[in-house]
């Protein structure tokens, strides 16, 4: 460590290094619309691709590093991975 603050970073692409992944939706199992892909993140550079529900369930953040998907709540919504909607 240098003490050297690292800047936030954040890119949004359409176009991101890993392919993002044909996801069924956990609610309604529709499938899930991809959006876009968020790079960033404090020591390494990751990965995550926003879908929404055409159902309207929800929008839905899924993490490259660990397969996870989940739903993003209101207050997330908020803070960064759903601003550009
Ligand atoms: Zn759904």
């Known amino acids: 460590m ?5 800047p936030r970073t954040t890119t949004w692409t359409t176009t991101p290094p890993a392919r993002p992944p044909t996801i069924a939706c956990p ?3 529709g499938l899930l619309t991809y959006e876009e892909s ?3 993140g404090t020591t390494s550079t990751e990965q995550w691709d926003r879908y929404r529900c055409p159902a309207h369930c ?3 953040i ?4 660990t397969g996870r998907l989940r739903r993003l709540e209101g207050d997330e ?3 960064g991975f759903d601003r550009r909607r």
């Open 38 to 40: 968020y790079l960033g």
């Open 77 to 79: 919504t908020a803070s």
């Open 27 to 29: 609610e309604c199992n």
């Open 2 to 6: 240098t003490g050297e603050r690292v």
């Open 62 to 65: 899924h993490r490259h590093r």
């Open 58 to 60: 929800g929008t839905f």
